[in-house]
């Protein structure tokens, strides 16, 4: 007979390690995909969340345990179980809650970067090397939920000059600027970067939330919550949401 490991999960629903007490190493206070804080078990009732279940003797390869979304000891949801419901309630609205479905959209961004990569028979795959791919790949998730998905909306000038927003969901009245961390696009250059792009926008007669998406899979950003926490801010003309993904730890 068998028994059950403990499942180290982030609070937004991916699974970091099967197997929390046998393999310590993989343990991680982070997740890596989207930054969010991880727990082991139910927040309602402490109980282990149920992971890989193991047999002595019994090695298994290639199998992955799906991660549950209910307590098997109290029945109670877990925490990212209420996410997935309110994609579906946000859905079924007339009026959809465009923040919220704008960053499900992003947090899970590098999830679907990394799958991307891995495909049967070692067929040609989509790698995100670089900015103008991390836009492309943006733009198609984007269609999943909005219908008008505007491609460079020229903005109005600003100190002489101009530039070109990277999206514009007109309806929503929401500007998404892309960013790719870089060799050259570190902490210092980001922040310098997104304080002049927030500057501009703020004469865009179309946007009154400046949702700038910053992707990072190399982990150049050292803290990334400073710079969120620094340049996330809101007045009655424009907020300003910074997101990076993924969050290194």
């Given at each position: 007979m068998g028994q059950y490991d403990a499942y180290l999960v982030c609070?937004?629903?991916h699974g970091v390690n099967e197997s929390f007490y046998r393999h310590p190493a993989h343990n991680k206070n982070f997740c890596a995909l989207c930054g969010a804080q991880t727990i082991m078990a139910c927040p309602s009732c402490g109980h282990d969340i149920q992971g890989e279940y193991h047999v002595d003797g019994v090695i298994s390869f290639g199998s992955v345990t799906p991660?549950?979304?209910?307590?098997?000891?109290?029945?109670?949801?877990?925490?990212?179980r209420s996410?997935?419901?309110?994609?579906?309630?946000?859905l079924q609205k007339g009026n959809k809650d465009s923040i919220f479905l704008l960053e499900t959209i992003i947090?899970?961004?590098?999830l679907v970067a990394k799958q991307?990569?891995?495909r049967y028979d070692d067929r040609e795959t989509f790698d995100v090397k670089d900015e103008y791919d991390t836009q492309d790949l943006l733009h198609a998730l984007l269609r999943i939920y909005f219908d008008d998905v505007r491609v460079e909306e020229w903005n109005p000038s600003y100190a002489g000059g101009s530039t070109r927003s990277d999206f514009l969901l007109k309806d929503e009245k929401i500007v998404i600027e892309v960013k790719k961390t870089r060799n050259g696009l570190k902490s210092k250059q980001l922040g310098e970067q997104l304080i002049i792009d927030i500057s501009k926008y703020k004469t865009h007669p179309d946007c009154k939330l400046l949702l700038c998406f910053v992707y990072d899979p190399d982990s150049y950003i050292s803290?990334?919550?400073?710079i969120e926490n620094d340049l996330n801010n809101g007045t009655s003309e424009m907020k300003v949401k910074v997101k990076i993904v993924p969050k290194g730890h």
């Open positions: 609070k937004n629903g991660v549950p979304d209910i307590c098997n000891n109290c029945g109670k949801d877990f925490p990212w996410t997935t419901k309110k994609i579906k309630e946000s947090d899970r961004f590098h991307l990569r891995q803290n990334p919550r400073g």
